[in-house]
């Protein structure tokens, strides 16, 4: 073999060596790569099955092969392991969940299928709340593994507008929705609390026509397709008015103010073409949007763009009518609930709108007023209650924090009275007497209020009622203990709030829930009678009444002020700080100022038995016009009281009974009853002071000098019956025989009343003399030796009591001024000597003298300090002055009244009552 041979097999041979070698490796590679694709063909389809969601893959044609493949079988089991295992939660309890909240929260015709409603007009009146949710039809979760159903509700009223968006050909299922809840909304409240407005963009007529039946009761207003402005400023003029009125309570919106909605919702649906509205009505709706919900305005908007900033649910249907909603997201597919029955649709609404008629053509009365059951109300954020009727709709009358105080105004006759009477009616029957109280005040003669009292032929009294004064014409200062004692109870509430770091009643109400804190509303009849002078009265009253305007609020105590006579309130509008804070009006027909005139001059031409009623300080947006029951015949008002007498807390007191025209019997008097035999200081009861209590006027004796007592006046039957009242009360407070009485009678047409008061004396066992003209001057000299002769020490013993009663001491003065030639003392020195020594030792003189110059003849010149309490009738104030303060000035006397005024406890004189003392009847 040549060399050359060699070399090249030598060097075929590596050649083929290394052909070899490379077909190995390629063979290797190419294996590996086969590996890899297949991996990845597997990833890939995992991938699409997870991506796509494993029910879409299975219905995907594309996939149909590598699903059946052999390859891929463990990639879908997986998948479909994993499938059930993310909706195991979901499949077990999800749609029985959502079914259980709708049925909660969607009761009646919200939520159940029609045949159990349609056609039977609704009840619901927004106090048992409103349903938060309303059906519209069925869903389904698509993608789980065992689909299963439930129902699909939307939010509406309140909470929501809702957003319809179909297509073409999917539009008539967005009308039977739309129809569907119409008659939802419609059936589920009581005819007339749903308004409905339709605007169609395409059709004057012909959208919903099964509702048509409602346009006869104004329950379904169709608005012309060329006007939608109309349709939007009537509602931006409702969400105003409903701002400024029902909002001004405090609430957010008209569905927290409590119980029972006063106020309708009005639906407002509006079908569109899928075009955008014009600029300034599509401005407008998202105003009408943005402050509709908590004003009642409530907008279905169907194929319309728009953007709202506001809440708002979507519904959107598809070509083929299934329906996805924002609320239950993409994933679930709803089957929109059909259409309700069309041959039963027009009848239900016939029905709802014969129902509506019959309610406000219904004269409705006082017992229309009351709610079904008494006392279910709450007055922590205040009181509310209806006084009347609005075509059928009730009235409603509210004080709270933000409108604390009312101002009722019309000229006599034009029923006042009755509307207080009803107000108040309706007030009692649903708030607890431990939720408020009533102080009552009537300044008109006559007596409208005291069938709030027990009286002789009508034993009942209005649980609610803890004052009631009546036949207080006179007596201008039973108005200011009035609000002189709400001024006390405001501060007492402030201390309490304060104490709690709180500001307001309602929040106390809370720090402090077993604490007793009721409203209080005080209602003053004619009350221009309390500024009806220029006097301290009228300064009093105006200043308490300042303060409680200003501050009561807060408090809960409320003001209710009512006025026949226009100068009552044009004094009144003097004083803005007061007038500014009764931002109640009411005004009965002819009622002039009570509004804001000129501007609202709605009074003038108010039929009879009708108010306005007003929240804004009268202006005019806030008018409600009101027909008021008859509250004050048979069978009303009496009615009511003696049912809720009946349901009274057994341990409640009956109301304080100030009747100016009666005479308090000292017998029957609690201070009186209280009195028992004392070793100290007795104290003398003079008469009854205007006070909220009826309170004694009280005198103490005390052995200091001045504790004597004079009355001043013309008129035997005053004198006898203070000094009756101070003698009774006195003895009953000493053991019998531990005092002495001595009476002296010195003028003729007293000696009945002091023949009286002995007999009573002596029946009570006392030891008493009844002596005349001719006694007077002995028992004088002889008390006044004993006195003397205590002081100078001749006599070791103490002496007893001892009271000298003596009728017209005047009377006596000449046959006083004989001097005893011995002693050259008088029978006048031997007065002043009792007068000045005896209440030390224990002897009092109670002297009725009939004027002021007969009493400063009877004193020292000059020094009366010996008369340190006394109570004149029959004298003018300016007489007064050397015994009193200067605000006795402002005194003019007035039949059975005294003004008392003690030197030793009085800042200020007080007028006092004479008693009866005669035995109690
Ligand atoms: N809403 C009403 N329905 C029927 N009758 C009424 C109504 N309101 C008042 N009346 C009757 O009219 C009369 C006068 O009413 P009321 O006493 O309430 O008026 P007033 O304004 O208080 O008058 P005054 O100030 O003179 O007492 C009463 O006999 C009353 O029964």
Redesign the pocket.
Known sequence: MSRRDERRRRIEASFEEFRRAVAAALGNASRELRQLVDERARDMFEVMLRGEGVDRAMADPVLKKALQAERFERQLARTMIDRVEAFREWSERGPSRLTALVNAVAPGAASWPPERWLGRPGTADGSDGVPELWRIGTGMVLSAPEPQTFPVAVPLLDHSHLHVVSTPDSRMVADALVENLLLRLVSYFQPGLVNIHVWDVNQLTGSLPGLYPLTRAGLLTVHDPARLHELLDELSDHIRRVHTGVLVEGHQSVRSVGGRRTEPWRVAVLFGNRQALREEHQQQLQRVARNGLACGVQLIIVDIPVSVNSPIETVVIAEDQSATTTMTGKHVTVALDPQFPQTQVPRACATIAEKREERRTRLSTFADLLPESFWQDSSAAGVVAPVGYDEGEPVHVGLGDTSPHALIG??????????LYAMLGSLAARYHPEELELYLLDF?E?V?FAQFAPGRKDPTWLPHARLVGVNVNTDREFGVALLRFLADEMRRRADAAKQHEVTKLEQLREEDPDGRWPRIVAVID?FQYLFGERDQVTAQATQLLEDVARRGRSQGIHLVLSS?DVSGIEGFWGKSAIFEQFTVRIA?PKARRVLAEPQNDAAVELPR?HAVVNHESGVRPGNAIAR??????RGTFDKLQAELHARRPADLAEPILFDGSKVPNLQALPDFQALRPVEGNPTVLLGQVIDVAGSAAKVRFARTPGRNIAVIGSLAEDAAAVLGGATLSLARQHEVGAAQFSLACLAEDAWPYADKLCKQLRNAGHSADLLGLDGIRTLLDATAARLTASITGETGAPLPPHYLVVYAVDAAHTLLENKNPTTRMSGVDSLRTVLKHGPENRTHLLGWWRGVQRLKNSLPPGVYDDIGAWLAFDVQGKELLSFGPEQVMAWSPRPRRGLFFDRFEHSRPQVVIPFDTGEES
Do not use: V
């Open positions: 019309g000229p006599s006759g034009s029923g006042k009275t009755n509307f008109k006559g409208s004619e026949q009965l038995w008021i029951p008859d509250a004050t015949g």
